[in-house]
DNA sequence: GTCTATAGCTTGATAGAC
DNA sequence: GTCTATCAAGCTATAGAC
């Protein structure tokens, strides 16, 4: 951040702050006045800053989405580029759409980890779907339509579930509710993440083959 | 529903509201008063009932949750019968786990499809982790146990993390949060539900089946 | 840009009448 | 079991000094 400029130092505090309380408590649980105490920020500096509650929490969502939707976009040109003008493989695509996020949640430090807590919340719930919708449905669009080409036997329909089922699956680990620590097999070592992601991936490739299958439905 | 007993209808009518209002507007979105007004229902008398709202939202979450245990025990052990003695095929574990949900969220009514969009955010958050673990635990490892008698190459992590796949996406759809009706292939007609169904099997099945091939990992 | 102070409302919970 | 009435605490938002 910028050392001559503090101002752009308290937003990020202010947004680091917001994100880490909706995340564990979400948007009605985390309070400004416990925002502002976490950022050790003034009560009235935060709607100053962001204005009313409800684009605070925008402005969280926002903030990080762009990274994603970036750098996947990024990864399928590479896939594209590879597949020389042929359909690309399922398990690429996947690959293009999982790993930005995993690798985030994983190596990017507590901000990101809790950016996906907040975000499997508000995924599953239709209160913030604009939002939601506003950051992320063009990138999902893209590979939507990319996802036709690779499962060509599939209706609309059964592409769209298979990507929902996808970012559910996705969001629920990433979440680390603590389901992990109470069942068996599992454990309070966050870097599974790195396995859990490559059993994901074959995971739900697999899937997308299976109900491409012609004889399927 | 007991005619000569009007307490039972009143404690009904208090859950359905909170379980409606959980379910749009998370534990802190929704007030007791808003549940009162929308029960028809003084605001004294949820607190008598129920106790503290904590206590109210545990109420609602363990409500419907032994009809989930019970069906699936019930359909899990049929899918043993007929396997005889041999490991049951994933397909059928999977069938098992997933129909009795989505069967109420299909034909059950409002009530039940409240319950879903409310576990389905409350399963990928920290704090409710307790209560969901209270009523869903013992069924779960059931399951899990199950499976990798199904799985046998799996580790215990990737049977594990595949089981959460499962539900991650079970519940993603399932929510229900408006998100099929902006992408294109989706609809606004709910009965698709029956046709994410017949997908989600097979898809997460072969997800399974995957992971499972000895030369993976 | 940051602070103090406060207005105006909503919240969860309960005491006490019936 | 159900109601009315109310309290203390917390909430969002903003006005106004610096």
Redesign the interface.
């Known amino acids: 951040m910028n050392k001559i400029n503090p101002v752009i130092d308290r937003k990020t505090q202010i947004l680091d702050a917001a994100e880490e309380l909706f995340a ?6 985390a309070s400004i006045r416990d925002i502002a105490k976490r950022a050790e920020v003034q009560l009235a500096l935060i709607g100053y800053h962001f204005g009313p509650k409800e684009q605070l929490f925008e402005s969280v969502v926002t903030r990080r989405a762009g990274y994603f939707t970036d750098c996947r976009q990024t990864e399928l040109e590479e896939a594209r580029a590879a597949a020389k003008g042929k359909p690309i493989p399922v398990k690429k695509i996947v690959q293009a759409y999982l790993w930005p996020f995993f690798e985030r949640v994983i190596d990017g430090g507590p901000g990101w980890k809790n950016y996906a ?1 907040m975000m ?2 508000i ?5 913030w ?1 604009p939002v939601v ?1 506003k950051c992320y ?1 063009e990138s ?2 893209i590979f ?1 339509d990319e996802l036709k080409q690779s499962v060509p036997n599939c ?8 990507f ?10 990433c ?6 620590e ?6 309070k070592n966050s870097k ?1 993440l790195q ?2 992601f ?3 991936v ?10 491409n299958k012609k004889d ?2």
């Open positions: 564990f408590n979400g948007f009605d649980g807590k499997a919340q995924a599953n719930s239709r209160r779907q919708g449905d999902s669009l939507i209706s609309d329909l059964t592409v769209l579930s298979s929902q089922f996808m970012i559910g699956a996705m969001l629920n680990v979440a680390e509710t603590g389901r992990y109470v069942l068996p097999g599992g454990t599974d396995s859990i490559a059993d994901l074959p995971f739900i490739s697999a899937g997308f083959r299976e109900v399927h439905g």
